[in-house]
């Protein structure tokens, strides 16, 4: 018995549960010393479950469209973040055009449908061109090769935007009526994040009921699966490729547009962070798998603006918000050490690479 | 004329010269079955029919109309549906979801009903399970869904490869069972099969396939009294 424990457990697993246990025992003390303290009141916490919640959900927009692309293509598309930076960056110079005219303080709910339909048709057509030009040539090539491609593409794109936009920070312009508060029962919310919140959720529950219940989603579940059957079907491989990447483009598109309403500027390299963090959100969800990706982005969410304080502040780290990217791809690392496939995904055995 | 048509066609692998020129045909509302060992390229022919592989030379003709410039799924809408080998059902789409897949090509929604009562019609089976994912169902009733998924299509004809493999022998039976329904049906079926004896027992006609080549064909019977094919397909001494 005790001989197939030796021969199973190898000194890198040992060494990896002790870190994630050290990990554990931090996360622990740490916040039993914060709660002990009482820096934080409720008030507090609902802020930050709330502003979590807002940011989860653009991470989860975004990382649809990492997952969806994964599941048919089986690649990372690591340009996905600039398909996320192009729609809000050139829709910003429509908000500038509506707000300098008056036209966003007169009519503001068609101003902001507006500035939705130009970031998502921007974002939709960059992520077309991108899968048209630099993806299907390579698509029978070593898995390595689309993946370099799209690290270059990534970099071409955001020096494209650069050149035709310049290397500034542009401030978004204020829209009036997101600005201020809502009151429910005595919790007050900013009331843009409700917006990007009920946005968010939206677009995520049209996007689930397109994928599991129209011919076009269901076809491409099938492609997904199994290509070659599919085309056995009579399913066009190529078009249901672009239809996915169609809707990775729009839900990029309309998380950009909250990304700029909820932080208030943009710039050609504003793609890579949150990018990075919806790749996250994807792998920790369980890539390939699209409530897997909503669900990992609103835990990411969730954890990066609750645990600084939750976690950190008890140790008598100073201004530990500013650590919240190291929570986030600490967590990136502990999943990738200790369930691999994410919280919702299947084992890899079992899929064709 | 022939409803299917293939001619002198060569398809490679690579460098492989995987078909060598195989030249078969097949009449409307008859069963023809192509026999043959391991990688005689039975399953090669079927793939070059349906377009998933190119062939290099030759023709393969339905109702005159040549189709190997066409795309797989081009081809499915003409009216060449394949039963793929192993089943490939898609695992986690549900069964129902699995036939209306196979109905792709059409856009009628009456017809797609129609099509989905013949087949529940064929399969009751299929009907009671509708809801579950197609990965859970037992090797029989997946060799079902596969051959209820191309009839959905609504084939001129149905192209199967090896529905017996890997299967219990009642369930053997099944399968060749639903075979001859559909024969009696009018449907059109080129059957690729290691089970030589019951495909030559619901074929009409018979290609023997040995690396690549046609090297006998006949009528089902004749192919059945063969020496060569008694000894090294049939298992008989």
Known sequence: ?353 | MALLEIENVHTYYGHIHALKGVSLDVDRGEIVTLIGANGAGKSTMLKTASGLLRPRRGSIRLEGEDLTRYRPHEIVSKGVVQVPEGRRIFGRLTVRENLEMGAFTITDPRQIESNLERVFGLFPRLRERQKQVGGTLSGGEQQMLATGRALMANPSVLLMDEPSMGLAPVLVDIIFDTIRQLHADGTTILLVEQNARMALQVASRGYVLQSGAVVLSDTAETLRQNETVRKAYLGES
């Open chain 1, 1 to 353: 018995m005790l001989k197939r424990w030796k021969k199973r457990i190898t000194p890198t697993d040992v060494v990896m549960w002790l870190i994630g246990g050290a990990i554990l025992v931090l996360i622990f003390w740490g916040s039993i010393a914060t709660l002990a303290t009482g820096t934080y009141t409720g008030h507090h916490w609902f802020d930050f479950i709330i502003f979590g919640l807002a940011q989860g959900s653009i991470y989860a927009l975004i990382a649809m469209g990492y997952t969806m692309v994964y599941g048919i293509l089986r690649m990372i598309n690591f340009a996905h973040s600039e398909v996320f930076m192009c729609g809000p960056y050139t829709a910003y110079y429509v908000a500038a055009a509506f707000y300098s005219s008056g036209f966003l303080d007169q009519y503001p709910i068609v101003s902001l449908i507006m500035i939705f339909l130009v970031s998502m048709a921007t974002s939709t057509l960059v992520a077309v061109l991108l899968e048209r030009i630099a993806y299907r040539p390579l698509r029978t090539a070593p898995r390595l090769i689309p993946l370099i491609t799209a690290i270059g593409a990534s970099f071409f794109l955001q020096y494209t935007f650069r050149g035709f936009y310049g290397s500034g920070f542009q401030a978004y312009p204020v829209v009036q009526i997101l600005e201020g508060e809502i009151t429910f029962w005595g919790f007050r919310i900013l009331k843009f994040q409700a917006v990007v919140i009920a946005a968010a959720a939206i677009l995520m529950a049209a996007l689930y009921s397109f994928v599991q219940r129209t011919r076009l989603g269901k076809a491409i579940r099938a492609v997904s699966e199994d290509k070659e059957t599919s085309a056995l079907m009579g399913i066009d491989i190529d078009r249901m490729i672009v239809t996915t990447f169609v809707i990775g483009g729009m839900s990029a598109g309309a998380a950009g547009v909250l990304y700029a309403l909820m932080f208030k500027q943009v710039h050609f390299f504003m793609g890579f962070i949150p990018g990075i963090k919806a790749f996250t959100a994807a792998v920790l969800g369980g890539i390939g798998n699209i409530p897997g990706a909503m669900l990992g982005g609103i835990f990411l969410g969730l954890v990066e603006s609750v645990g600084p304080s939750l976690f950190l502040d008890g140790l008598g780290i100073v201004a530990p918000y500013q650590l919240k990217d190291a929570i986030a791809f600490t967590m990136l690392v502990l999943v990738l050490i200790f369930r691999p496939t994410g919280i919702l995904g299947e084992r890899l055995t079992v899929k064709k690479a």
